[in-house]
């Protein structure tokens, strides 16, 4: 078992470090086959049968839980070695021809939301569509058949139950949740859309809203002036210094915000070696996105860069990463809170900012429950026509805007990780509720709340994010409550 969690280590130190260079625009391709081939040996049906199955929620049984989980998922990935080099590398070569010039694929969602032309846009959507329709779905859909196969081959269940089984997640419990989130909050974000609409697309009646047009809306054009670039990294410093934190943790964490022309532009960390080398990668483009998106990731690097180096490897490398999430989420939330307005960004009136987030939040939580439902169908039925349009159908009615099916397999994560996603949103408003009894509405300046966020992010994701809010913050269950109620305030 020893040298399994070794080579384990070895894995994912690997593995991370290329899609690091992949996805931050350093290579052109990202020889995920070969490493994958370097560690055969771990991602085999015995590797995974040997380690036993979890009996209870005793440390050791974690430890096997977790182990378990990895190698189940690493089998899928040794399985799609080739498909995920091929993604990757055809992601990356993509462009599109628009207005005279070639657009990388990877730009292309943000030249949509940026573009206030709504002929434009739908150009630019339309190129998009033509490029995941022709090139990354046949992939994703070979890739999606073969996972299916490692559930079978392994637990003898559906790709659906094999997540949850594997996960610990109760997914039908949390099924139930989103789906009375998605009828509790359905007046209000109707409401909310339309008055968006009237607001910022003039001329665009309700019902012929489409996916780019609420991309548009969401983009927030009006409030970008209020958050400038050039000092985003140091205020947000001197934010996490008021704390008692350090923005690079003993410069354990490496900030790459240059911008390449390949370079994703959908931020995210590199955890390589925990906690002693962690990659912050943002492509930034000026405004409220940059500085949400930065505190999300920094969520990410500051719990991975204080992990305690004496846990055991699965509690350091692997584990839910709805706790990891639940840290990002509850960071990107601080520009949701008036007194970081007023204090770090000078924002005297921040109420009609506040409406305009709270019409966001609605919409990504929205779309993240019918997203879990969604996939459910998919995992469970496999790809075919009729899940495209179940895939546009549930999107639709949750956004609000009109959802292509090319879509159904692109907007995909591996592994059920919008179940990671969603806890998460439950696991950071209790954060913020927590944080904000303790050290007040400013807590984000008290330099107690730095040294307190620093014990919870040493034990790394020893604990699942259910057991984590229980355990450590107090409360007996995750539930969207608390987050609601952020929301609301922001509507008063």
Known sequence: MDVLRERTESFVEAIERAHYQALAGLADAPGLSAIYDRYRSIFTAGSFEGVEPPRNGAPDDRRRAYLREFLALGIEGYRNRER????????????????????????????MRREPDRRARAAIEAARLGIVTERLNPILQDALLASH?????????????????????????????????????????EDLLRYYVRRTLPGVKRDELKNHDLARMLYGDEFQGRFPAADMVQRIAGMTSAMGLDLTAGGRIELDLEDRPTKSPRAFCSAIR?????????????????????LHELGHALHFAHVDPEQPMEFRLLGDNGVTEGFAI????????PEFLRLVMGVDRPEDFLRFVAFRELVMLRRYCAKFAYERSLHRLGPGPGLAAEYAERLTEATGAQT?????????????YCIRYLRAWMLAGTLHQVLRDRFDVDWFRNPAAGPFLAELWAIGQSEPAEMLARERLGVEELTFGPLLEMVEGHLA
């Open 274 to 294: 925990v906690p002693d080398e962690v990659k912050l990668v943002l492509r930034p483009y000026g405004g409220y996105d940059d500085y949400a998106t930065f």
């Open 330 to 337: 509850g960071f990107d939330h601080i520009v949701q809170l």
């Open 149 to 189: 196969g490692v559930a079978e081959d392994l637990l003898g269940v559906s790709y659906d139950r094999y997540c949850a089984t594997l996960s610990g997640v109760d997914f039908d419990a949390l099924e139930e949740r989103t789906s009375a989130l998605l009828e509790a909050t359905r007046d209000v974000h």
């Open 404 to 416: 292509a099916t090319a879509l159904y397999l692109d907007d995909v994560d591996p592994h059920f």
């Open 84 to 111: 995920q080099d091929a993604f990757l590398t055809a992601e990356a070569a993509a462009v599109a021809q628009f207005d005279g010039a070639s657009i990388p694929y990877r730009e292309l969602p943000v030249r």
